[in-house]
């Protein structure tokens, strides 16, 4: 197979096999942690009281951002032919980035969105890249 090609494939099998575990994570952190009065598939409703939830409301959240990227991260640079940290970065990359939106949609305190943006996503990707080289 041509290298580009399976490159790219293997950035989107990181991609889509992280957002299933980031997708699975999140739903257990609602069964774990329900919200009191709060549908969690309504985003203005999660919007209007994040700001206001205690801290282990975060802690399944933050655990389905680091490790959805770092299976990403890890798919990506397995599969890949070449460059496969750098491609597990751009899997990291691609999670910030929804990351990032996630956090501007649904607003919580300071420290989550701190912590979040800084340690779940291109930490977790490298851990991943170098787990995938071993």
Known sequence: MNPMIKNILAVGAGW????????????????????????????????????DLEPKYFLFPFLAHAIGTLVGAYIAARIADEHKMKLALVVGLLFLIGGILVNYMLPGPLWFAVTDVALAYIPMAYIGGKLALR
Do not use: K, Q, R
């Not at 699975?24 to 009281?49: Q, R």
């Open 16 to 51: 889509i096999g992280g957002s299933l575990v980031n997708m699975g994570l999140v739903t257990v952190g609602h069964s774990v942690f329900p919200i009191p009065g709060a549908d969690p598939n309504d985003m203005e409703a999660l919007a209007a009281i994040m700001p």
